[in-house]
């Protein structure tokens, strides 16, 4: 049998046109956060790396300038702890909490109208399983009014019938379950990412801060003598 929408619709009934609905939604969706994750360069982490390495280097404005238009969430971020750092370095605790809040808020938008499409996933199978329950209730209500005539080509028909929004919907779930557990995976590398280069770039300044604090090295051997006794 050919795959025909109409006949799918015909034959699963409403609970196949919710399902065939939310497909369309999902996969709208869907083609929307991948526009949205190639336009925000996701995963794109070299400039924002290269930049760090010239901001620690001493080259603050050739940094800053190397991020600044450009488009990845790290690469935001990173160009925000630069600035809070150029017009805040003294207060360093405020810049790590403002530059974690605008980490935050970007990995919330490119996390944003996902659980849509892992609600469409989770539904769909039960929708499917709903479908074909109402189905076979139809099909053996019909097999009891038929008396002892029982036409088991009709009985059959009336089962695979009932079975379609199971498949449907088993289709669905696996389609949107996978593309939302991808788009998540995603994220989540991002997170990490963003995590562990933040932490890198903050311990090198204290670092810096630290060893500023010293005359020399004489003097920073001597200040830990000092300490352990």
């Known amino acids: ?32 956060k ?30 800053y300038q190397m991020v600044e238009s450009h488009r990845s969430p790290l690469s935001r971020v990173v160009r925000h702890a630069m600035r809070g750092l150029t017009h805040g370095g003294a207060h360093l605790g405020a810049v ?27 539904l769909a199978p039960l929708l499917g399983l709903f479908g074909t329950v109402i189905g076979m209730i139809q099909a053996f209500s019909e097999l009891q ?32 379950s996978s593309v939302s557990s991808w788009f998540e995976g995603r994220i989540e590398n991002e997170r990490s990412t963003i995590e562990t280069t933040l932490t890198g770039f903050f311990a090198n300044r204290i670092t810096e801060d630290v060893a500023r604090g010293f005359d020399d090295v004489t003097s920073f051997q001597g200040a830990r003598r000092g300490h352990a006794n």
């Open 1 to 32: 049998m050919k795959f025909d929408p109409l006949i799918l619709i015909e034959k699963g009934g409403p609970v196949a046109v919710i399902i065939l609905v939310m497909s369309v939604i999902a996969l709208a969706v869907s083609a929307y």
């Open 34 to 63: 991948l526009l949205q994750f190639l336009l925000a360069r996701v995963g794109r982490h070299r400039t924002a790396l290269k930049a760090i390495e010239m901001w620690l280097s001493g080259d603050h404005d050739g940094a």
């Open 96 to 122: 790590k909490d403002d530059v974690a809040r605008v980490a935050e808020e970007e990995l919330r938008g490119l996390g944003r109208h996902l659980r849509l499409i892992e609600l469409i996933g989770q």
């Open 145 to 176: 009014q038929s008396g002892a005539v029982v036409n088991p080509s009709a009985l059959a028909g009336g089962i695979w019938t009932a079975l379609l929004t199971t498949a449907l919907g088993l289709g669905v779930a696996i389609i949107f």
